[in-house]
């Protein structure tokens, strides 16, 4: 079945970075676009990240110039490279293909002095 495994979550002071993973399986990752999402306590899930098929980034105004999402297809794997990292990107991550209803359990991200 698809499944998604998020990690690369922590604690990050404002202005730092961190590197979130997501390895995928269960489909034929390289023909899919995939996504981020975020979703921060007592808000809706947020759309972070896209990145097509052919590994073009699209991004929201909100992390825009400060987010980065990459791809290895040989390894199933999505990459959320975040920088300039402010108190409001904290929240938990997830990744998604777009398509199935599946999600993994997230990794926790806290931005704070």
């Known amino acids: 079945q698809v499944q998604f495994v998020e990690s690369g979550g922590g604690l990050a002071q404002p202005g730092g970075s961190l590197r979130l993973s997501c390895v995928a399986s269960g489909f034929a990752f390289s023909a899919y676009a995939m996504a981020w999402y975020r979703q921060a306590p007592g808000k809706q899930r947020e759309w972070v990240a896209t990145i097509t098929d052919d590994s073009t980034g699209i991004y929201p105004d909100s992390v825009k110039g400060r987010f980065t999402t990459t791809r290895a297809d040989a390894k199933n794997t999505v990459y959320l490279q975040m920088n300039s990292l402010k108190p409001e990107d904290t929240a938990v991550y997830y990744c998604?293909?777009?398509?199935?209803?599946?999600w993994g359990q997230g990794t926790q991200v806290i931005v704070s002095a």
């Open positions: 998604s293909n777009g398509v199935s209803d599946s």
